[in-house]
């Protein structure tokens, strides 16, 4: 079993700038993928980036190409997504999420994942 935990959302402004961690523990060796997706109300669960923790290749919804940037330290068992130039629609509950998972150009769906995280709020206001 993996468990997962997110920290680091909050309330900014449009065009500020938040940090979002995500912190393994347990059989933190089994997945290969971690990924954040994020829900809005009244919304499906979307993903917004995801990285293979071997190789370090990342992907990203095109909504956020360019501003959020997904990484990894794999000694602290750490997932971090730093979200850039915010925009109100960015406004959802943030998930972390883990797979062991065939490579794949895509964040992909959720029902692809095994592992999730209790999620963390982020609020963009205008």
């Known amino acids: 079993q993996v468990q997962l935990k997110e920290s680091g959302g909050g309330s900014v402004q449009a065009g500020g700038s938040l940090r979002l961690s995500c912190v393994a523990s347990?059989?933190?060796?089994?997945?290969?993928?971690v990924a954040w997706f994020r829900q809005a109300p009244g919304k499906e669960r979307e993903g917004v980036a995801a990285?293979?923790?071997?190789?370090?290749?990342?992907h990203y919804d095109d909504s956020v190409k360019g501003r959020f940037l997904i990484s990894r330290d794999s000694g602290k068992h750490t997932v971090s997504l730093q979200m850039n130039s915010l925009k109100p629609e960015d406004t959802a509950m943030y998930y972390c999420?883990?797979?062991?998972?065939?490579?794949?150009?895509?964040?992909?769906?959720?029902?692809?994942?095994?592992?999730w995280g209790q999620g963390t709020q982020v609020t963009v206001s205008s």
């Open positions: 999420a883990a797979a062991q998972r065939y490579y794949s150009a895509t964040v992909g769906r959720p029902n692809e994942y095994h592992y």
């Open positions: 990285i293979y923790l071997g190789g370090g290749s990342t």
């Open positions: 347990g059989d933190t060796d089994s997945p290969n993928c």
